[in-house]
T-cell receptor, first 112, second 113 residues
């Protein structure tokens, strides 16, 4: 089963608005990553936040991490139609394994 | 370097046939991952290589699935006796270090008819 669970499953907003997506996970982690996937394409890495970090910025992206609540959020500011995609959070557990576990994703639709 | 490449991009096969996919990672990346993704779901981990060593396999990887990375460079994923439930996108990714960003290929979409 997937460790990361994104919320909401789908989000529709107008261009220029902000989009917030949330991710919850179950076990302790070393880091959490966010990826974007355009329809039928491969995943593109957006940002990585380590377990000892609380907030990270990259351009219009802002990621927060609350390890006490086992949750993360991705904020996309001033959204554009080109931001329309699926967004996934992914976690690397600290159990000594090697896999990265992805959630089911949030489908974002930005209307022009 | 053109990134992670996968071949073929699409494969249609009849049930019961064997298929093999290839992944060429970014050249300096010694870590390679295979994932499977079905419609509306996130990628599911299948297996991980560090150089030529296969260090982790998912329980999803049944006996019909085998992956190799013979010289620590490209990797192949073979599915024997394909079933309709194997229809999915098979994604390959590589990374430079453990627990760092992974770079994904465009995937191989398998359709079993």
């Amino acid at each position: 089963s997937q460790q990361g669970e994104e919320d909401p499953q789908a989000l529709s907003i107008q261009e220029g608005e902000n989009a917030t997506m949330n991710c919850s996970y179950k076990t302790s982690i070393n880091n959490l990553q966010w990826y974007r996937q355009n329809s039928g394409r491969g995943l593109v890495h957006l940002i990585l936040i380590r377990s000892n970090e609380r907030e990270k910025h990259s351009g219009r992206l802002r990621v927060t991490l609350d390890t006490s609540k086992k949750s993360s959020s991705l904020l996309i500011t001033a959204s554009r139609a080109a931001d329309t995609a699926s967004y996934f959070c992914a976690t690397d557990g600290d159990t000594g394994g090697f896999k990265t576990i992805f959630g089911a994703g949030t489908r974002l639709f930005v209307k022009a | 370097d053109t990134g992670v490449s996968q071949d073929p991009r699409h494969k249609i096969t009849k049930r019961g046939q064997n298929v093999t996919f290839r992944c060429d990672p970014i050249s300096e990346h010694n870590r390679l991952y295979w994932y499977r993704q079905t419609l509306g779901q996130g990628p599911e981990f299948l297996t991980y290589f560090q150089n030529e060593a296969q260090l982790e396999k998912s329980r999803l990887l049944s006996d019909r699935f085998s992956a190799e990375r013979p010289k620590g460079s490209f990797s192949t994923l073979e599915i024997q006796r394909t079933e309709q439930g194997d229809s999915a996108m098979y994604l390959c990714a590589s990374s430079l270090e453990r627990w760092t960003e992974a770079f994904f290929g465009q995937g191989t979409r398998l359709t079993v008819v």
